[in-house]
């Protein structure tokens, strides 16, 4: 496979072991550019913009519109969401849980195969999106997204601890932008 001026041959970004259909799972979306279109943090405290509200709200319909989709925590950021989010009815473990193995040669030829985890997100991005250009036109998603799989519940503690202090620490965090 090759690429082409026109469509370039995409880097494989998720692991070919696990089928996100189920687990625990850290995700990261950020606003192209990393511009801030959700609001500002002013004393450590969010306070979200319009678009910032559309966010929060898309985030907060999610498991209303796919059952097997459970919010944990979250934060909406001037320039990227954090999402800690539950698909399935996964149990986390003290010790790493078994990994939801299968052929990876299988998985390579499944090139455009779309999980619970993917399709909640891109209907997510795409909720935001129509509804963030009623307000501002030039708003937009980075392309892909980050996920982390939570393996443990240590793992999962010391995430959720991040997203929530994320406000508070926010000069430190590799999103911050210094508007001018």
């Known amino acids: 496979m090759g690429t082409t001026e026109s469509n370039p041959t995409r880097k494989h970004i998720r692991v ?14 950020c ?21 910032g509200e559309i966010a929060d709200y898309g985030i907060k319909m999610m498991p209303t519109h796919y059952r097997d989709v ?29 990994r939801n193995t299968y052929n990876a040669a299988k998985a390579m030829t499944k090139q455009r195969h779309t999980t619970a985890l993917s399709r909640a997100i891109t209907a997510y991005k795409i909720y935001v999106t129509r509804n963030a250009h009623k307000v501002n036109p030039q708003f937009n998603w980075q392309t892909r997204y980050h996920d982390h799989i939570i393996r443990n519940i240590e793992e999962y503690e010391n995430i959720a601890n991040y997203v929530i202090t994320n406000p508070m620490n926010w000069n430190k965090d590799c999103y911050y932008i210094q508007c001018k």
């Open 70 to 98: 459970t919010i944990q925590q979250y934060m909406v950021m001037p320039n990227h969401i954090h999402i800690i989010i539950k698909i399935g009815n996964p149990i986390l473990l003290p010790q790493n849980f078994p």
């Open 16 to 29: 070919l072991w696990h089928e996100y259909d189920e687990g625990f799972y850290f995700i990261t979306i």
């Open 31 to 51: 606003t192209k550019d990393k511009s801030h279109h959700f609001g500002k943090i002013y004393n450590g405290i969010m306070h979200l913009s319009t678009i």
